[in-house]
């Protein structure tokens, strides 16, 4: 009996023990080794129109990096939806990919993790040197005064895609350029029956883009310069107000459009129902669904007034995809390599023109490929009227408290309830309240 | 190894040493009042490999300041003493007051869940009792909901719930012009009641299932004896099948209501990782204080409450069904 309990409490311990051994992979806190350095993993975010076509785009290109310096990269595309869990979890356990790409809007978040292998100037020597990229994409590589978290891959900017048959049928000549236009332009297409402009209400990253460009051109912020939330300024609130207005008061998205989240406004602007849509860099997405680029044409976002620059002028977040590597590869040497030929300007002319997204190096960005079209109205936006997100440690909590707030509100509008100044301002002090306070 | 050398040395023992009302040898002894949690230690190094050290783990982080700054190094987080149970409970401040609300919800849609699978579920076993054309092939239909893989069956129920496409304001409003206009069931106060509907959907089939296996035992000469004596019907269900189905239901309420308190997959999946404040059922509301606002000690904290009040909860009941009866019937 006496042994069988110690026995028994022996075993307990033993594999407590290894559990919590197991458990506490995380804590490893060297700076990278080079002990398998001839494979890489690597996770990409969803780009194309599917996880297929990545692997199909990005399939070759990983084939030229074997045959240039031997190191086999295992490449997993990873849907958006689970792309920020997943870095979690190997934060958490130590046990991830070397190279992995992250939302640039993530950057300050993951940074402050601790995670990810800082960019300083001996590492960014290694690439070829950080000023082969342009500022704007640099500005939302981490929290400024440390070290950046990531290098900027595919830059990326919001435009308003419009339906050009849609247009012609409302007798409408050229696209709107204030929102008081687009208001007006979208009582012409109603009166058509088609309707006027989509939105994603239940997505709440969405959401947040919006929202963010709408303070900024009321010259508010989301957070205080010194980084702390501050989301029930009146011009936060006047801002948030008038991007949810577009369902409830001028009624140019349709109400339906408050539950969309998985790309559907999209969806419905390709098959021709719905004359806009405010999205970053479309084009793929439209023509895997079958709309050709000669049916839309696309313009700037609107501003409240006068034209797109700076300050109250901005038009689009700083959106884009950086690739960054996690501090405990065993393979840092490689993972270096992989990113300097990522961001090397043939496969950044590659890659950039496969998913429509202009590349960070400027040697690229001069290219004619980029001077053309969808990709010119891109490139001035993000090169003259684009801010980035707050770079701040936050962030990743901002987009989720901010994000369902404007949700919320949408499905108010939605509901046919009032959205009021009081309404806006009580469900941001909400948001505001869940911030963490340290 | 060494403690189970005596076991099976004296293995051509033990009937004999059973047999004896007193017995003899201290080994003996200890093969008897040994053996069972021999036999039991296999499952119980697994629960505790499952089960248990998660759950000491998470109790541990929910006295620490996990935050996105520490979750690469947690051994290296401060430890924050009852702060996290604080901020959690604190029904006056936002978090708390979230969580209340998400508690509240919680429990309506429990109960009101629970109890539509169990009126459902005993309904259809006991009118599927007796033999007819065809009572195969409906039971197997009636299990099908049980059968399907969660993410696949609520993802239909999403398409179906839509707002502009759905079968169902097809059904409610363009049909059979029961609305004004369209509801919105995933967004907004309806979203409780789709949540429900889902819940009742998939959940019955369980119940139905389990009383069907219950009524298998209760012999037909009672209700033939019932008969005779001239009760109708509804008292035959009174008197005969629900007294008689007592031991099987106690145990189906407990899972059904431990299993729909905590369902995750279903609000999750129809609703994505921001619940409607309607529908915020309370194990989601802990994976979104976590792991979308990254702050992995406050969630431990909570599902360390959650975990209190359900071992509270099925202790109570437990401790009420169970008195006063015999061991056997347990």
Not at chain 2, 280 to 304: E, K, P, R
Request: charged letters at 15%; glycine letters at 8%.
């Amino acid at each position: 009996m006496r042994r069988t309990r110690v026995a028994a409490a022996g075993a307990v311990t033993a594999s407590l023990l290894t559990l919590v051994t197991a458990c506490g992979g995380g804590s490893s806190t060297s700076d990278g080794s080079n002990d398998s350095p001839k494979t890489l993993t690597y996770w990409a975010s969803n780009q194309g129109a599917s996880i297929e076509v990545d692997k199909k785009v990005l399939q070759p290109e990983l084939d030229k990096f074997e045959k240039q310096t031997g190191i086999k990269v295992k490449v997993e595309v990873v849907p958006w939806s689970d792309l920020l869990n997943r870095i979690l979890t190997a934060t958490t356990s130590g046990q991830g990919p070397d190279v992995l790409n992250i939302g640039n809007t993530w950057s300050a978040s993951l940074q402050a993790t601790g995670a990810l292998l800082p960019w300083n100037a001996k590492n960014y020597a290694a690439i070829g040197g950080k000023d082969r990229f342009v500022d704007s994409a640099l500005g939302s590589t981490g929290a400024q005064g440390q070290d950046p978290a990531a290098v900027p891959l595919y830059s990326m900017a919001y435009a308003l895609y419009y339906n050009k048959q849609l247009f012609a049928d409302a007798g409408i000549s050229k696209p709107p350029a204030t929102w008081d236009e687009l208001i007006a332009d979208g009582k012409k297409i109603q009166a058509k029956g088609k309707s006027a402009l989509g939105a994603e209400g239940a997505n709440l990253s969405e959401n947040i883009h919006h929202v963010f460009v709408f303070a900024r051109q009321h010259g508010g912020d989301f957070f205080t310069p010194d980084g702390k939330p501050d989301f029930t300024n009146d011009k936060v609130v006047a801002a948030v107000k008038q991007y949810v207005d577009l369902m409830a008061k001028d009624k140019v998205i349709p109400t339906g459009d408050a539950e969309y989240a998985q790309n559907q406004s999209v969806s419905d602007f390709a098959k021709g129902n719905q004359a806009m849509l405010l999205w970053q860099s479309a084009s793929a997405n439209l023509e895997s669904q079958g709309m050709s680029a000669d049916k839309y044409g696309i313009a700037p976002v609107p501003v409240q007034s006068g034209t797109p620059g700076t300050g109250t002028q901005v038009n689009s977040a700083v959106m884009g995809i950086n690739l960054a590597v996690f501090k405990n590869t065993d393979n840092i040497d490689g993972a270096k390599k992989f990113v300097k030929f990522m961001t090397s300007d043939a496969e950044q002319k590659i890659l950039n023109t496969a998913y429509s997204s202009i590349p960070p190096v400027k040697s690229v960005q001069s290219d004619s490929t980029f001077s053309s079209g969808a990709n010119k109205v891109l490139k001035d936006t993000l090169a003259t009227s684009a801010a980035a997100l707050p770079q701040v440690a936050d962030e990743s909590q901002f987009e989720t408290a901010v994000g369902t707030a404007v949700k919320e509100l949408f499905a108010d509008a939605a509901a046919g309830r009032a959205v009021t100044t009081d309404s806006v301002k009580a469900a941001l002090e909400k948001a505001q309240q869940q911030m963490p306070t340290k | 190894m060494t403690t189970t050398a005596p076991a099976e040395q004296s293995v051509d023992k033990t009937p004999s040493g059973a047999a004896h009302p007193h017995p003899r040898r201290r080994p003996g002894r200890i093969r008897r009042i040994g053996l069972p949690y021999l036999l039991l230690l296999p499952a119980l190094l697994l629960e505790l490999l499952v089960h248990l050290v998660p759950m000491v783990i998470g109790t541990v982080m929910s006295f620490k300041e996990l935050t996105q700054f520490y979750i690469r190094d947690w051994g290296a987080a401060p430890w924050s003493g009852l702060d996290n149970y604080k901020v959690s409970v604190d029904f006056d401040a936002p978090v708390g007051e979230a969580l209340l609300h998400s508690f509240l919800v919680t429990v309506a849609f429990t109960l009101l869940s629970v109890g539509l699978c169990w009126l459902i579920g005993t309904a259809a076993a006991v009118f599927m009792q007796d033999t007819f054309r065809g009572r195969g092939l409906l039971r197997a239909l009636f299990l099908v909901p049980y059968a399907l893989p969660v993410y696949a069956a609520v993802i239909t129920w999403v398409f179906m719930f839509q707002h502009d496409n759905g079968l169902v304001n097809h059904v409610l409003h363009d049909q059979l012009h029961l609305t004004d206009k369209p509801s919105f069931w995933l967004i907004g106060d309806n979203s409780f009641w789709a949540l429900l509907t889902v819940s009742v959907w998939k959940g019955w089939p369980f119940a139905f299932l389990i009383v069907m296996a219950g009524l298998q035992n209760i012999p037909g000469e009672l209700y033939e004896a019932a008969a005779l004596d001239g009760a109708g019907l509804w008292q035959q269900i009174r008197r005969i099948t629900l007294p008689s189905l007592r031991p099987v239901n106690q145990v189906l309420l407990l899972v059904l209501f431990l299993w729909t308190f905590n369902d995750f997959n279903t609000p999750y999946v129809l609703f994505g990782r921001s619940a409607p404040e309607a529908a915020d059922l309370i194990s989601v509301h802990i994976y979104q204080a976590s792991f979308v606002t990254w702050n992995f000690g406050t969630g431990s904290a909570m599902s360390v409450l959650l975990l209190l009040f359900l071992l509270v909860v099925t202790g109570v009941y437990l401790l009420l069904t169970t008195r006063g009866r015999k061991p056997a019937d347990v």
